[in-house]
């Protein structure tokens, strides 16, 4: 049964306020609209920008807290959220799939769900939840047993939920939802275990499925009940039945490119890891590629068919999901572009009409399972930096060990870049590390983890492990760079005032000159940051705000790292920041 707490000031709003309709006008402008935030990136094509300039190189010394807010109770894991802020009200996610609505002119609540989850869900990377969408006089947000919930803005009352998959069978849902023209667009997770990725698109009003696309192939889609068209082509590059259970989880959400009218959406690694298991032969002919998987994948919003695709891991066997945004851009001549920094630590630039190659650059040190990238955007891999085939193995066992680098946790993991039109380049938060992993033998069972793989991640330098950098992606340059000791999770944010904010695992918010790399200001909220900071303007003043709250995938699988990190504080917290106005 669900639980819908309301304050005295909750109830006086909900008597007296009216909550304006957000409008599909509202949502493609989110980002030039400076007093709210109703889409997850600060505008769906997630370049997390903004043009506010009140808080500057200058005057970001001088930032302080407006206000704080405690998520409360004994649910203090990963924060992974970004605030939404619509019409005086603060909408943010929490963990364990609660959502708040938070005065934002005091921190006072006004009203909280929880969706009050059932015995067994299977989170893969702790029981985090990354945001909502804002649409009409609705919040949508998901849910880790694999719903999704649209509620009153008002009140917190459900107006309507739908189920997306069985999370008896290891789906769940944690990222935000994405609006376009009426439809609410969701991905899911569980790639670890054997599910299939799919986008699915529903009525924002009604809650209607109206298409899905699976991205494995050999999968049917639907549109409007009915079967549509298959993914792909049936054993095209997955060998036997192996696609029924191929992985491919859109894990991670997706941008809208209104130039090209296309929702890009990444799709995770193929299961199982083992990639022997998945290798249909000739290694280079493209029969064993495992289509969709470790892919971005251009889709029409209106049926649900695929466009076009890119595949950045082919033949993927360490864990390299493709599911990281992908960020329409202008290069330095004017073109229309697409960028991506891949968990398999290499930098893509790509044409947005097609999703053709343009270039690649590393952006992580010591790579080793691949030499680099090819003029066709294949890479040109170091077939003695794969994992063994335990099918060679005498005992039958484990494969040959190596040590891969990045780790499987990946040069960039979910934690989202930035882009600055001002200065033109990228700040993408990274991380340092390898792994020694192994390939083992394993077979399907529903619910179950399918792996076929064991790993120990690894740091590979002594003084620091996160890493934020400034690409330029008209060379794949990086212009400056920021070491951090723990492993950097959460994600950037660029404004106008030539800045960009980010926070660290030691509880760290920190604002960086986005020329120069210089460290202006930094704040200890009590616990590691591993949100999304937004700003916002308010009463002719610029805020900033961010969740606090040490979780996410690094302390459950980060083995050594893991440890240099266990000292760190969970929490479950909101902090509000701005320039005091001095009359």
Known sequence: MNKLLLTTSAMLIAATASIAAVTEEDIANDQNITTQIVSNGMGRHQQR????DMINKENVKNLVPAWAFSMGGEKQRGQETQPLIYDGIMYVTGSYSRLYAIDIETGEEIWQYDARLPEGILPCCDVINRGGA???????????DARIVALDLKTGDVVWK??????????????????????????NSGGEFGIIGEVQARDAETGDLVWTRPVIEGHMGTLNGEESTMTGELNATWPGDLWKTGGGATWLGGTYDADT????????????????????????????????????????????????HFQTTPREGWDFDGVNEVVPFVDAEGNKRYATADRNGFFYVLNREDGAFVSASPFVK??????????????????ENRPG???DAADGGKGDVVFSVPSFLGGKNWMPMAHSPDTGLFYVPSNEWGMDIWNEPVSYKEGAAYLGSGFTIKPIFEDYIGSLKAIDPNTGDIKWEYKNDAPLWGGVMATAGGLVFTGTPEGYLKAFDADTGEELWKFQTGS??????????QDGQQYVAVASGWGGAVPLWGGEVAKKVNFLNQGGSIWVFRVPVIN
């Open 528 to 537: 590691g940051i591993v949100g999304q900071p937004v700003t916002w303007e």
């Open 49 to 52: 920008y903004s043009p506010l």
């Open 389 to 391: 085939n335990p099918a």
């Open 261 to 308: 009218d296309t929702l890009v959406f990444g799709a995770g690694n193929p299961a199982p890891w083992n990639s022997w298991l998945r290798d249909a032969g000739d290694k280079n002919d493209g029969s064993g590629d495992n289509l969709y998987a470790a892919s971005r994948i251009g889709i029409d919003p209106a049926n649900g068919e695929i466009k076009w």
């Open 366 to 383: 010591e790579i080793t399972w691949a030499e680099g990238i090819d003029e066709n955007g294949r890479p040109i891999y170091n077939e």
């Open 162 to 187: 739908d189920k997306i998959a069985d999370y008896k069978a290891g789906y769940s849902y944690t990222s935000a939802p994405l609006i376009v023209n009426g439809l609410v667009v969701t991905g």
């Open 134 to 144: 804002i649409y009409g006089d609705k919040i949508f947000f998901g849910t880790l």
